[in-house]
C-alpha cells in the first residue's frame, strides 16, 4: 500500500498558495507566508500526536486536561529550500529539534547525494517531519527519506506546499510508508523540472538571490 497524499482542503491555504504563486509578491510577503503555510500545515500534520492528561487548577476548579504525551520530533529541512518552512513548523512544535540535510545532484547521472548531513544525536527515536517547499521530480525528498531510514528513523512524513504529480508518484513508489502532506498537487513538469502552474524557484523566492 501507498502512503497517503493530505491534501490541504482549507481557504487559507489555498489563499495563501495563490499570493505565493504571484510572481510580484515582495520577497518579504513570500517569506512570511511561506513560514505561515508551514504552520496551517503542521496542524494537520500533528493530528496523530499522542495525547495523555494532566491535573490543573483553573480559576474555577481543579480538572484533568489534555496535554501532548511528549513524544519526540524532528524537522528536518532539505537544504536550501526547506528553511523557509522550519519557523513555521517550530512555531507549532516549539520543542522539536531541528537536522539538516543537504544535496547536491550528480551532473552524469541526475542522481541525488547528500554533502551534509547533520541530525540530533536520537534522531531515530524521533518522529520526523521532511520538509521541502517543491516536491517537484522527487529525487531530493526520496534521497532524504532514504538518508533518515539508514540512521534509524521509522516514522517519517514529508511536508511541501506544492507538489506534481511525478514527484508524488515517485515517493509513493520509494517508499510507500510515507505520507506527504501539501498545500496542492499541481498539474505537472515542464521540461526544465518546474511545477506548473507553480511558484518558481521556491529558494530564490523566499532567500531574495534572482
Ligand atoms: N524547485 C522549485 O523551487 N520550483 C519548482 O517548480 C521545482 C523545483
Do not use: W
Request: charged share 30%; glycine share 8%; proline share 6%.
Amino acid at each position: 500500500m501507498s502512503g497517503k497524499v493530505h491534501v490541504m482542503d482549507h481557504p487559507l491555504v489555498a489563499h495563501k498558495l495563490t499570493i505565493l504563486r504571484d510572481k510580484d509578491t515582495s520577497v518579504k510577503d513570500f517569506r512570511e507566508i511561506v513560514s505561515e503555510i508551514g504552520m496551517l500545515i503542521t496542524y494537520e500534520a500533528t493530528r496523530d500526536l499522542p495525547l495523555t492528561t494532566k491535573e490543573v487548577e483553573t480559576p474555577i476548579c481543579r480538572t484533568i486536561a489534555p496535554t501532548l504525551k511528549g513524544k519526540k520530533f524532528a524537522v528536518v529541512p532539505i537544504l536550501r529550500a526547506g528553511l523557509g518552512l522550519v519557523d513555521g513548523v517550530l512555531r507549532m512544535v516549539p520543542s522539536a529539534r531541528v537536522g539538516h540535510i543537504g544535496m547536491f545532484r550528480d551532473e552524469e547521472t541526475l542522481e541525488p547525494h547528500v554533502y551534509f548531513c547533520k541530525m540530533p544525536k536520537d534522531i531515530a527515536e524521533r518522529d520526523i517531519m521532511i520538509v521541502d517547499p517543491m516536491l517537484a521530480t522527487g529525487g531530493s525528498a526520496e534521497a532524504a527519506i532514504t538518508e533518515m531510514k539508514k540512521r534509524g528513523c521509522k516514522n517519517i512524513k514529508l511536508m511541501v506546499l506544492l507538489a506534481a504529480p511525478e514527484g508524488v508518484e515517485r515517493i509513493q513508489k520509494a517508499h510507500p510508508d510515507v505520507d506527504i502532506y501539501c498545500g496542492a498537487v499541481d498539474d505537472h513538469l515542464n521540461e526544465h523540472g518546474y511545477i506548473v502552474p507553480g511558484l518558481g524557484d521556491a529558494g530564490d523566492r523566499i532567500f531574495g538571490t534572482k
